[in-house]
């Protein structure tokens, strides 16, 4: 006989297909991942630096310093992870308890559920509008149990995004012991003047953590790197959770080396936002309707 385990009331992430049959080289569009790959900067570096017989920094000191000299922002409040996917992980382990409440859109990342629920925590799924997060109905969901509210912004799959006065209002409505997470994975592919990332309007926030990923822009999906940016007290909790050596050298050493392409990280941009609008144009021209281009996919109407 064996010991008792949980049975987890939950599906498990379950990844678009990439493969298909008689077809070659078929794309698979639902990862949202970069259209350019990888700068060629990160290979060369790989070529001459790595060394895989050497266990990483368990802390990710380098890539630390490099991001918060790029985002001008604090080394000890950065957590990095195997994919941001791990540091949404840790949050959902330091916060939640079985009764706990967690608030997400209906339509949203569904790793913040996931996580979630593995806790015993109960999700409440709010309403959108017109399928934009609506902070009144995150507002309504919010009970004496609720302890974390995760929005992705902008938003995957509906490729809308809150304002940057609406996520000051929704931090200033939702009670101070909420903890609020906002999921910056597409920020770099935005550059509206009404829109202000996650991690440039919380940065000095003591109820807000960013998270933030080398999956997209940046062309590191397998190498599963991304970070996490929050209060010093939260994240210094945060590291006690954390696997040691969670994040390969390689993805720390291609993170560091994909930060300092900034041209790759343009020129990502406008080829995003060139063809995003073409293509956005064509659907419309037969009355199929997406989301604006603040992303890299779309959210089609059929
Ligand atoms: C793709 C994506 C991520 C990235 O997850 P990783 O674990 O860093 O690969 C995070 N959040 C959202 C909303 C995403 O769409």
């Given at each position: ?11 498990s ?37 790595i ?28 957590i ?49 509008e ?15 149990r ?10 995957n ?25 906002i ?6 592919y935005?550059?509206k ?19 933030r ?11 599963r ?75 089609i109407?059929?």
């Open positions: 006989m064996l010991p008792k385990f949980r049975k987890i009331d939950i599906q992430y379950k990844p678009g297909k990439s493969k298909i049959s008689r077809i070659h080289n078929a794309i698979k569009l639902s990862a949202n991942e970069s259209a350019l790959g990888t700068s060629k900067r990160v290979f060369r570096i790989l070529n001459k630096k060394k895989i017989n050497k266990y990483p920094d368990n802390n990710s000191k380098n890539l630390r310093k490099q991001i918060s000299k790029k985002y001008s922002c604090e080394f000890e409040k950065i990095c992870g195997a994919g941001s996917d791990e540091i949404i992980q840790i949050i959902c382990q330091l916060f939640l308890n079985s009764k706990d409440e967690v608030i997400v859109p209906r339509y949203s990342f569904l790793m913040y559920r996931i996580y979630s629920k593995i806790i015993g925590a109960k999700i409440k799924f709010s309403d959108e017109n399928f934009k997060v609506s902070i009144k109905e995150i507002l309504k969901n919010v009970t004496s609720t302890k974390i509210v995760f929005i992705a912004n902008p938003n799959p509906t490729g809308t995004y809150l304002k940057k006065e609406e996520l000051i209002l929704l931090r200033k409505k939702l009670n101070q012991k909420i903890l609020l997470v999921d910056d994975a597409y920020n770099e935005i550059k003047k009404d829109y202000i990332s996650g991690l440039k309007l919380f940065k000095k926030s003591n109820n807000v953590i960013i998270l990923t080398f999956s997209k822009i940046y062309g590191l999906a397998s190498l790197i991304g970070w996490g940016y929050g209060p010093k007290r939260i994240v210094k909790e945060m590291y006690k959770i954390k696997a040691p050596f969670n994040v390969s050298s390689t993805a720390q050493l291609a993170a560091i080396e994909s930060l300092k392409d900034e041209r790759f990280v343009n020129k990502s941009f406008k080829h995003n936002l060139f063809w995003g609008k073409k293509i956005r144009n064509l659907l419309n021209s037969y009355k199929i309707h997406t989301n604006e281009i603040n992303t890299n996919f779309f959210f109407e059929l």
